[in-house]
């Protein structure tokens, strides 16, 4: 099966890339009927001009005067394109926005980083940007919740707070003269992260919501299977048996504006408590967070946590917005369809999650 994209020729800036055409050996019925539907589809790629570096941007008029914006230079007469993207107008402001860019940070964006270096009362972080982000030694919980200045003992001990390649949830706070990022981890929500895998999507694909860290609902996302909840757990304190058991099962989704995903076993970030219940917890129960005791996650659970990051990934290569109800619509369809968790990157689940999709999109008039 051989799939051969139409383009204009290479000169004048074509308006967008041509119809998927299928050709050749036995093509399957559905990736047929999906090519067929997406061609049909209102709201396709072609209601917007799809350039690529050095194609001439159609309807400027050079003499009546315009303002060059981002992605875009002007030579002999003609604004050409210098990203591949898309066309985007406002007035007289012509700019192309790109289909893949690093992550520009905005104050109050939740976002996830890995540690990449420690030293003078801060951690580096790499939150797929133009350059590193800052967390200050000031800007983090003490072990214990403790508020007061921090001594050379803190500095001392930053590495058992996060050392090297842990991955933190934080919160941009501010920015630096230089461009650099001031991030904060002042509530117990954010933190280390661990039981679970990252997944890096492009940052353009995360929908802004209200809440960034989500739950993942068993009924939405698995079909009500809750056999997780039954398992039993070995212990003699019948509360810690019972929390354990409320949490068996539960799958947490962080969406950071960074393009950073991490799908794991629930935690206190996605619990019920607010930030002054969780401020008001004792110092055993904080010290308990950075500590790094290691977590026994079921294979069952594990099992979830795969199904639920392959759901993002598909998202992802779809190039479809990836936000809590779209990835537990995934994670259900796989269930239903009888789709095991490494199967769902597979050509043939995509191919039928893009052609209900677009049917989804035909039934809403192209929503």
Known sequence: VFLSVARAPRGRGRQAMGPIEISGGEVPSGLRRASTTLKNAPGSSGDAAFVTPGDTIEGVDVDDGFLRGHGTRVADGRLLATVCGTVERVNKLVSVRPLRTRYVPETGDVVLGRVVDIAGKRWKLDIGGRQDAVLQLGAVHLPGGAQRRRNAVDELNMRSLYKENDLISCEVQSFYADGAVALHTRSLKYGRLADGQLVRVPPTLVKRVKRHFHAIDAANAFGGDDGLAEETMSGNDGNDNKRKREHTGDVEVLLGCNGFVWV????????????????????????????????????????????????????????????????????????????????????????????????????????
């Not at 008001?280 to 099992?303: F, G, I, L, P």
């Not at 191919?351 to 929503?367: D, F, Q, S, Y």
């Open 264 to 367: 794991g076993a629930r935690s206190a970030a996605t619990g019920e408590l607010n930030d002054d219940e969780l401020n008001a917890r004792d110092e055993d129960d904080v010290k308990k967070k950075t500590k790094r005791v290691q977590r026994v996650v079921s294979r069952a659970q594990r099992e979830r946590v795969c199904r639920v990051a392959n759901a993002v990934r598909v998202l992802s290569a779809l190039f479809l917005a990836i936000h809590p109800p779209a990835i537990e619509d995934v994670s259900l369809c796989s269930v239903e369809w009888g789709t095991r968790p490494k199967d769902m990157l597979s050509h043939a689940f995509l191919v039928r999650i893009l052609e209900r999709e677009t049917e989804r999109r035909l039934a809403k008039g192209g929503a």
